[in-house]
């Protein structure tokens, strides 16, 4: 049975204590780490947040103290009080090295039974056994270590905008749905039967409805839900870094957000991120590392060889070429000896991606050696290898299709060659970049309509206005990422604050005037009142903790996540409800209890 407290309070914590606090009297709490016993001494290492304390006790030191440390076991939660000594024994290895506590009171504050997961750094155990038992999966100093870099991380975000003339403002959570991206999270009403709340996916039009009231800069740290298939470091419920500034073009946002960039990976990191960021557009992004957010921290980039092999005989060159497609290259170096399986199985990989097939070329030092080196004269060939940039020792890998399935191959396959050549293997840079000039509009195949690339509110460039009406594809948006090594950090636009612009984009989207009022009247409404000129931001919290933490696992950096199925293993989120709950709601559901 656990003791109280009865007044005791902790003076220090374990990992704060040093040389100049010998001969001091303390009382420190925590977990019992490991318990030694060496005949008349125990020794427990004692953990909290802050790291590790030797405590020694002592037959001759109080005979009580001994024996019922002697009791305490592994994450037995301790109060202890003694002398600050020197150690006999140092330890270089933790901070609290050079000094122990001499226990002179010990309470037992509360038993623990064998915990199902050690309480250790780089744990190495399932994923789901971690999930289940996750307050003891905190417990561990690495996963604390993230939790006090995500809180950092947090206040010199406020603090860098509250420095900067921002608002922190909340926005609601149960709001209208207005689907326009990933399916909605939906609350069903109980006093309007039949009628939904939606969890929001972003405070988007809020925070545009606050430029409306003359907030001028907002901002809030804000939980957001996306209720869609989640794949590697995607969460349904996730943390943005929300802002949006009002009288304002791209360069401004953009500016802004540099500046606090830099703050917290220099006051975290200690890295000191070179400004301005490089921009790049999308479209080169695209046609380089076939990505919009590219990993810039190595070359090999993709090269467009299309008029190089225009005369090629070669027939999937050739019609991919007549099909008003291209023929795109990643060259390799010194990968000439990769084995014909390897290269097999990189050729497997980028049909996943809907690339018929991959061309190659070796180019060894005795010979080219390639299967479609018949269809080529060696003047040809050599045209081929100058245009993919190819040398003696290289492997030249080529997909040829139309543009998107060129490009969408080789990008994922410029990262997957990066991965088995362990080309990025103990790289440590923070490579940052703007991908800008984003197209306003992609066509949905299926849809067979105009979808936004972003969102409905994104602003044309002003160059671009004209062709809205004669080829919508073409128009760039005034929109941005922000990405880094790879990883979209956050991205944001300009909006639109015209009321007849915006409803233009609302047709390109294929909503009728009757429509658009139903979904966004209320946004509409409010911009038949002066608007200003805005625009915003908003970062993925999480993500940016992953990269400041060194970890490359979302859920490390969320205290209570779910698994890759969107369910909780420790409270067992979602479940079934009370059929009385339902019934209160004009619910019917047709799972029952015993199938769940």
């Not at 860098?160 to 207005?178: A, I, Q, R, V, W």
């Not at 990189?346 to 991959?358: H, W």
């Not at 604050?497 to 989207?509: A, I, N, R, V």
């Amino acid at each position: 049975m656990g003791e109280a407290l009865n007044g005791l309070r902790r003076t220090m914590m374990c990992g704060e204590l040093r040389e100049e606090h010998v001969s001091q009297k303390v009382t420190v709490m925590g977990w019992v780490q490991r318990k030694r016993n060496l005949g008349g001494l125990v020794f427990i290492d004692l953990r909290d947040r802050t790291g590790i304390l030797q405590v020694m006790f002592g037959e001759e030191i109080n005979k009580e103290a001994f024996e019922k440390a002697d009791l305490a076991k592994s994450e037995y939660c301790i109060a202890v009080t003694g002398e600050m000594v020197r150690r006999e024994s140092p330890n270089n290895n933790i901070p609290t090295g050079m000094v122990e506590l001499k226990g002179e009171s010990i309470k037992i504050l509360s038993e623990s039974e064998t915990p199902p997961i050690y309480i250790k750094e780089n744990l190495d155990a399932a994923e789901n056994i971690r999930l289940k038992y996750r307050y003891l999966d905190l417990r561990r100093p690495d996963m604390q270590n993230i939790f006090m870099i995500r809180n950092k991380a947090n206040k010199i975000v406020r603090d860098y905008l509250d420095e900067n003339g921002f608002l922190e403002m909340e926005t609601p959570m149960l709001t209208k749905s207005t689907p326009e991206g990933a399916r909605d999270y939906l609350v069903p009403s109980r006093n309007y039967p039949g009628m939904f709340y939606a969890l929001p996916q972003s405070p988007q039009i809020f925070k545009q409805l606050l430029m409306v009231s003359g907030f001028d800069k907002y901002y809030q740290i804000v939980k957001c839900f996306r209720d869609e298939d989640l794949r590697a470091n995607r969460q349904p419920e996730f943390t943005q870094i929300d802002l949006e500034m009002s009288f304002v073009e791209v360069d401004d946002v953009i500016a802004l957000n540099e500046g606090l960039i830099k703050k917290v990976f220099k006051e975290i990191k200690g890295i000191d991120v070179q400004l301005p960021i490089k921009r790049m557009p999308f479209k080169e992004a695209m046609e380089k590392y076939g990505s919009d957010k590219p990993d810039l921290r190595f070359g090999m980039e993709i090269k467009n060889i299309t008029d190089a092999v225009k005369g090629s005989e070669f027939a999937v060159f050739k019609n991919a070429i007549a099909n008003g497609g291209s023929v795109r290259a990643l060259t390799v170096e010194g990968a000439s000896d990769m084995g014909r399986k390897k290269i097999d199985k990189l050729g497997e990989f980028v049909k996943t991606y809907k690339a018929k097939g991959l061309a190659w070329i070796a180019c060894k030092e005795e010979e080219i050696k390639s299967p479609i080196a018949k269809f080529f004269s060696e003047e040809e060939m050599q045209n081929l290898l100058n245009a993919a940039g190819a040398k003696v020792g290289d492997l030249v890998l080529i997909v040829a299709d139309v543009d998107n399935i060129v490009l969408q191959s080789l990008g994922a396959l410029r990262l997957e060659i990066a991965k088995q050549l362990e080309i990025l293997k103990d790289n440590n840079e923070f490579n940052f970049v703007w991908i800008t000039e984003f197209p306003l509009l992609e066509y949905d195949e299926e849809e067979k309509r105009h979808v936004a690339l972003h969102h409905p509110f994104t602003c044309p460039m002003d160059e671009d206005l004209e062709l809205l009406e004669v080829d919508p594809l073409s128009v760039r948006a005034k929109a941005y990422d922000i990405v880094l090594n790879g990883e979209e950090l956050g991205g944001g636009s300009i909006r639109i604050h015209d009321t007849k612009l915006q409803q233009k984009m609302f047709e390109l989207l294929g909503f009728s005037k009757e429509s658009a009022w139903e979904r966004f009247g209320f946004l509409l409404e409010a911009f038949k009142y002066g608007p200003p000129p805005h625009g915003g931001l908003a970062y993925g919290f999480d993500r940016m903790v992953m990269f400041l933490a060194g970890t490359d696992n979302i859920k490390d950096v969320i205290a209570f996540p779910k698994n890759q199925n969107a369910y909780c293993p420790m409270s067992e989120a979602p479940n079934l409800v009370d059929d009385k709950q339902l019934q209160e709601l004009c619910i019917k559901t047709d799972v029952k209890k015993e199938e769940n």
